[in-house]
């Protein structure tokens, strides 16, 4: 073997996820958008509902991440495949949960959490970590690919639930613009959620928090900001959104997470590889 492949192999062995960079964060809200849109285009826009459109995507779901597990080695289209999937699951499946079980936002929404949480315990106490972004293992990657499907879950269920009640509690408090604050829901949510996204940013830049735990945290609230952007881009005028065709939104939103991702090249390599050496472009 040349050194050339020598070097190629020792930088793609190094983990079966991307950098977890600025445009890593960017490219995963498209997905979440994508998520939101292409779930509700199936359950909605065609009519299967949300049982039924949960178990297609979860298929889906299986299918891709098994396809990852196997992979020797990080698959940027593989990878990225999974994490649609989950969103698209998590969409669904939230949907479900609060509109044909009835269970409520905040009854899920807590429910989500606790697993969340519990899948995080479990990890740390079977591998003796919580990981980020170097994901090693077998074992890592089941544990990573599970919690980002809850997480995104939780997140589809926390964005559905903020641009509800914010137009609420922003009556109560602010006099609203003409037409009022329901209008604004999903604009409000956004706007929320990218705040706490900026105070778990300052928080790794500081360095005063673990940063898996903050990537995690990130995680979960980026879903509902892309969740809610895939609202903006879809619900009539009056609910506040553009009014844009479930179909086209996602093909939109597909092609630029595409674009984002061949004009980022170290997204199409793991983490922790080191800057390829020239001819390996």
């Not at 996204?197 to 300052?202: T, Y």
Request: some cysteine; proline content about 5%.
């Amino acid at each position: 073997m040349t050194e050339t492949a020598q070097l190629r192999l020792a930088h793609e062995a190094l983990s079966k996820a991307p950098p977890a960079i600025l445009m890593f964060w960017v490219v995963k809200i498209c997905a979440t958008t994508v998520g939101e849109t292409g779930g509700d285009a199936l359950s909605m826009t065609l009519k299967l509902g949300y049982l039924v459109a949960t178990l297609i995507f979860l298929a889906f779901f299986a299918v891709t991440m098994t396809w990852q597990v196997a992979s020797k080695r990080y698959q940027p289209l593989t990878y990225w495949l999974v994490v649609v999937a989950t969103t698209t699951v998590g969409t669904t499946t939230s949907d479900f949960i609060d509109r044909t079980l009835r269970a409520g936002y905040v009854l899920s929404s807590a429910g989500l959490l606790a697993l969340v949480i519990a899948v995080l315990v479990a990890w740390k106490l079977t591998t003796g970590r919580i990981a980020a972004d170097r994901i090693t293992t077998r074992t890592d990657e089941v544990f990573y690919w599970v919690t980002i499907l809850v997480s995104n879950t939780l997140g589809t269920a926390l964005g559905d639930f903020s641009s509800e009640t914010l137009p609420d509690l922003m009556g109560r408090v602010a006099q609203g613009p003409a037409g009022g604050w329901d209008a604004w829901g999903f604009e409000l949510a956004a706007a929320v959620f990218a705040v706490l996204i900026g105070v778990v940013a300052a928080l790794h830049l500081m360095k005063w928090a673990p940063q898996a735990v903050l990537f995690w945290a990130a995680y979960v609230l980026t879903r509902p900001l892309g969740a809610t952007l895939g609202d903006t881009l879809t619900k009539p005028h009056a609910l506040g959104g553009l009014e844009f065709g479930r179909f086209l939104a996602t093909g939109v939103i597909a092609l630029a997470m595409v674009v984002l991702i061949l004009l980022t090249p170290r997204l199409r390599r793991p983490a922790g590889a080191t800057p390829e050496p020239p001819g390996l472009a």
